[in-house]
T-cell receptor, first 115, second 112 residues
């Protein structure tokens, strides 16, 4: 059983560009959350998708947007990249069952570098 | 002030030692508490979660929650070099709030 997968592993962009990151949830999971982790910090919640809709959003600007597909996979899009967007972007999947979102399983992340 | 405070360490202990990792929080709405382990350049791995005050044990790991003091701990018994990683506490409010709020992580090194 594959866990949460993310692509690409690494990405280098320049300021002002746009980027799309992808995530496939763990088998049986229907909810995908995205987090940004700066070096030496804990992950910060960006948003969560369930039933192809954004259910909750953290304190991130509209440059950050996402999508969830019918197969539960998800994309994170970031427009007009800034140097401060350089971070590890983590996808977490969960099943909205009895444990709710207490058991969120993380992928290996995509390391984005903005030059 | 951050909602979740965690001592960043680094913490270095000899193999076999008991390790204590701690977080404090300020938001009374937090009801669910998790501990994640993150190896360098990897995603966080869920170790344990709990929702009630008291202790929960899983092998060499014990999670402790004191909601009255807004304080949580993770104890690692018989620590091994393979336990060397960054440990992140995370918490979530009940109800419709689904986001996890993380501490900044404690870097642990277990020396052989």
């Amino acid at each position: 059983d594959a866990g949460v997968t993310q692509s690409p592993t690494h990405l280098i962009k320049t300021r002002g560009q746009q980027v799309t990151l992808r995530c496939s949830p763990k088998s049986g999971h229907d909810t995908v959350s995205w987090y940004q982790q700066a070096l030496g910090q804990g992950p910060q919640f960006i948003f969560q998708y369930y039933e192809e809709e954004e259910r909750q959003r953290g304190n991130f600007p509209d440059r950050f947007s996402g999508h969830q597909f019918p197969n539960y996979s998800s994309e994170l899009n970031v427009n007009a990249l800034l140097l401060g967007d350089s971070a590890l972007y983590l996808c977490a999947s969960s099943y909205l069952g009895t444990s709710g979102d207490n058991e969120q399983f993380f992928g290996p992340g995509t390391r984005l570098t903005v030059l | 002030q951050k909602e979740v405070e965690q001592d960043p360490g680094p913490l270095s202990v000899p193999e076999g030692a008991i390790v204590s990792l701690n977080c404090t929080y300020s938001n009374s709405a937090f009801q669910y508490f998790m501990w994640y382990r993150q190896y360098s350049r990897k995603g966080p791995e869920l170790l344990m979660y709990t929702y009630s005050s008291g202790n929960k044990e899983d092998g060499r790991f014990t999670a402790q929650v004191d909601k009255s003091s807004k304080y949580i701990s993770l104890f690692i018994r018989d620590s091994q070099p393979s336990d060397s990683a960054t440990y992140l506490c995370a918490m979530r409010a009940s109800g419709s709030a689904r986001q996890l709020t993380f501490g900044s992580g404690t870097q642990l090194t277990v020396l052989p």
